[in-house]
């Protein structure tokens, strides 16, 4: 316990991770053993056109696949589904999984959480969020402006995890304002389609006057936010997007997308996440 609640402090150590989209194969970088995080898994799966389709057990977690680049063929369940870019799989506890990838690779997150209860394998098309408004729309109005879509929310029946992703517009603020969820929701940030040069800087923050963490982020980084709010920016000429995944605290009851505290000296304007609840 000592140990985990060391794990569960905001530092460097304990919430970043770099370059976590470097490796070929499946590598897991987040697991509560190395991060501050308590049920939250995340790792990424790359594999090359022509490799060999790669077979794993889920075990005791549910798992999500988000597909960030290229295309995969994944079967799970006795079902067969084909990911293209921003496309996700919901695949239950006590699943085999192949994943196949297409003809010019793929590159997949792979998110999840141990839970009690196995949930129905559930596919969601990108394109079908981007038509749904409580599931894309764009918070925020500039310098906070961010084009936001749930992936996996509301949208599926699951135990703990939930994920979505977030893109800003150039040089903006995003997750402002400054929101916290810790009672019921633990939180990491995967930043992608960020090339070089692009970059920005993520907080997270129980105190804003001194706060615990303030990184340059870059593609591939993840933070990880066990509390305390979590604002960020992209630099000049830069957008800061990310892959945000979440994991509750209590299966099925705190897995609520949108419920959070908002840093009081701006709570009176709302956490631009009000369409999300409709």
């Known amino acids: 316990m000592k140990e985990q609640a060391a794990l569960e402090n905001i530092s460097r150590e304990t919430c970043v991770v770099r370059g976590t989209h470097l490796?070929?194969?499946?590598?897991?970088?987040?697991?509560p053993k190395n991060t501050a995080t308590r049920h939250l898994h995340y790792g990424r799966v790359r594999l090359a056109a022509g490799d060999a389709p790669f077979v794993f057990e889920t075990g005791t977690h549910e798992t999500g696949f988000i597909c960030l680049n290229g295309a995969a063929a994944i079967s799970a369940g006795g079902e067969n589904f084909s990911l293209a870019r921003y496309d996700a799989l919901y695949v239950p506890r006590d699943s085999s999984?192949?994943?196949?990838?297409?003809?010019?690779g793929c590159d997949l997150a792979e998110i999840s959480a141990a839970v009690e209860n196995r949930y129905p394998l559930q596919f969601v098309s990108f394109e079908e969020i981007r038509r749904d408004?409580?599931?894309?729309?764009?918070?925020?109005?500039?310098?906070?402006?961010?084009?936001?879509?749930?992936?996996?929310?509301?949208?599926?029946?699951?135990?703990?995890?939930?994920?979505?992703?977030?893109?800003?517009?150039?040089?903006?603020w995003t997750s402002f304002p400054p929101h916290e969820h810790a009672e019921m929701l633990e939180e990491a940030y995967l930043y992608i389609d960020m090339p070089a040069p692009q970059w920005g800087i993520q907080m997270v923050y129980t105190n804003p006057r001194d706060p615990e963490l303030i990184e340059v982020v870059r593609e591939g980084d993840v933070v990880v936010m066990p509390k305390g709010f979590h604002p960020n920016v992209a630099a000049p000429g830069s957008s800061i997007n990310f892959l945000w995944m979440m994991a509750a605290n209590t299966e099925v009851e705190d897995r609520q997308f949108g419920v959070v505290n908002v840093q009081p000296e701006y709570a009176a304007g709302g956490s631009g996440l009000e369409a999300s609840r409709k």
């Open 97 to 104: 999984v192949e994943i196949t990838p297409g003809a010019a």
């Open 133 to 172: 408004p409580a599931l894309h729309f764009i918070a925020g109005k500039p310098p906070t402006e961010r084009d936001l879509n749930i992936l996996l929310g509301k949208n599926i029946t699951a135990g703990r995890i939930m994920a979505g992703v977030t893109f800003s517009s150039d040089g903006n």
């Open 23 to 31: 490796e070929k194969g499946r590598n897991i970088s987040v697991t």
